[in-house]
């Protein structure tokens, strides 16, 4: 039986526009619904605990602090890397974006702040983090999870896994 409110096991299809300082930032118009599962901490804690009992059909304005969303700016995120360790095709300027890959393997998201002599100062934080959030959801469609979704903790939907 599927259930008619957001729950743990549901897998939610869901519109949203994501607004920082006025801005959107990012947002599901003009494409598929977002699918995910609820209550496997797949999206961000404020704006989940918000979704919880919604029906389908409804919208919601969502603000989540930035503690509840991708944390505060955190000083610790702040590197030094010498000039040398980076490729020299890069254009090596503050407010420059780029995607590393961390330890193990994953993706990390660094601008850089600032030069530094030899070295560049690379903000590591989430590139939202220390904002506050502005979501604009919309519920358009619950179905039960299957077995293998509960059981890998996010939604299998057309966008691979
Ligand atoms: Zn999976």
């Not at 602090?65 to 300027?93: M, T």
């Amino acid at each position: 039986m599927t259930a008619t409110k957001v729950t743990d096991g549901q897998v939610v299809s869901m519109e949203y526009t994501l607004r920082v300082d006025g801005k959107v930032v990012d947002s599901s118009e003009g494409g598929d619904p977002l699918e995910y599962l609820y209550g496997a901490a797949n999206i961000i804690p404020g704006l989940e605990r918000e979704m919880d009992g919604m029906s389908v059909g409804e919208s919601k304005t969502v603000i989540v602090s930035a503690a509840d969303g991708y944390g505060e700016s955190d000083e610790e995120a702040f590197i030094e890397v010498p000039r040398g360790e980076f490729p020299a095709d890069i254009p090596l300027k503050p407010g420059l974006e780029m995607e590393l890959t961390g330890p193990e393997g994953q993706p990390m998201y660094a601008r850089v702040e600032s030069m530094e002599g030899e070295n560049v100062v690379l903000n590591m934080n989430h590139p939202l983090a220390g904002k506050e959030l502005h979501f604009d959801v919309k519920v358009v469609g619950l179905r039960d999870a299957t077995e293998e979704e509960m059981d890998h903790g996010h939604a299998h939907g057309g966008h691979g896994h």
